[in-house]
């Protein structure tokens, strides 16, 4: 009843013709019930469709709600949790394992190629046995990948926090494996990153900062006596990232490295690749552009904000301009309209809740 409500006021709002209707309510339909439902952040008893009605009435002008319903229709990029499941279950065989492979390969001199045989390899399984696996937030899903990639329970860590009695217990299990053996390769996963700003700062800050800092030079960290330095490797994973990202973090790693007199081959990577045509489209439609700027509440714009570009804090965080929604919560990198809080002038289509709270 509810849903059937929603509709009508939706076409009412939007002044649709009948075949405007005939077009538009089924796919909204669809789309609400294959993901956009399942957004967390909803209040209760909110689902999509009421959502969408409640967004639409703010705006001023039929233009400025049919700017706003293109930029639904035409470029909202939703990551359901199906979707998210997905691809935590592909990040071993599609990410890690190649990496593995590559490893032992070149230490056992063969062509990369010889997939199978690599595999078969005793060494393989040593370099597999000798990974560390470590979640950077809740995000990661890190018991999802465990079960997925069968790895024993003590060679995945959900905080790079690691306590003394934790470390003795990895190292005591790894060497029933493998005699006298350390953790050599460190695989860092977390979900999204936009900005990479999170991650990596100027001046060593930034969560990576913090983590290098623990593995390379902190004695009580954990990782002294767990990681042999003189083979270690760093791989850093996302399921979601942007190339601007990846570049950054790339970028801060060197400079980390640069800075603390310390080199070790190190990756950054991810599954699903998002790239500047996204963005583009966004920013070269001129009614949209016009639209997201004059539907902003700038006291969003706090000091966590200002640590990336703010000069056009519509677009979002570090002005990523994204349209992109995760099921469990909105990136603050997306196109403000879509996350601003409820509690703001304006209202998001799927309001965000932040990590930093006013106390």
Known sequence: MRTTLAETLLTKIMEWTPDEIDCERPLLQAMANLKWNEYQQFAPGTRFLESLVKWLQQFNSLEDKKSAYKLV????????????????????????NPLLIKKTAAEKRLASYLVTKILNDLAYEN?????????????????QFRRGAY??????????????????????NLEKDVPGAKFKTIFLIDDFTASGK???????????????????????SGFKSAVDFDKIEVHILFYIATSDAIDNITAGITEWKEENGIEFPCTVNCLLLIDDTTKNKIIEDAAIMSFISRYFDDTVVDEHYKKGKHELPYLGFNECGLPLVLNHNSPNNSIA???LPADKKYKGLFPRISRHREK
């Open 198 to 220: 999170t991650f990596c700062r100027s001046g060593g800050r930034g969560k990576l900062g913090k983590i290098f800092k623990k593995i390379f030079f902190e004695e009580n």
């Open 151 to 172: 790895l024993n329970n003590e060679q995945v860590i959900s905080t790079y926090d690691i306590s003394p009695e934790k470390v003795k217990d990895m190292l005591d």
């Open 337 to 339: 309209i879509f996350w």
């Open 73 to 96: 229709r035409e470029h909202l990029i939703f990551v359901s949790s199906e979707q998210m499941a997905h691809l935590v279950d592909i990040l071993f065989s599609e990410k890690v």
């Open 127 to 143: 370099n597999l046995r000798m990974s560390l696996f470590i979640g950077l937030s809740d995000g990661s899903r890190i018991d």
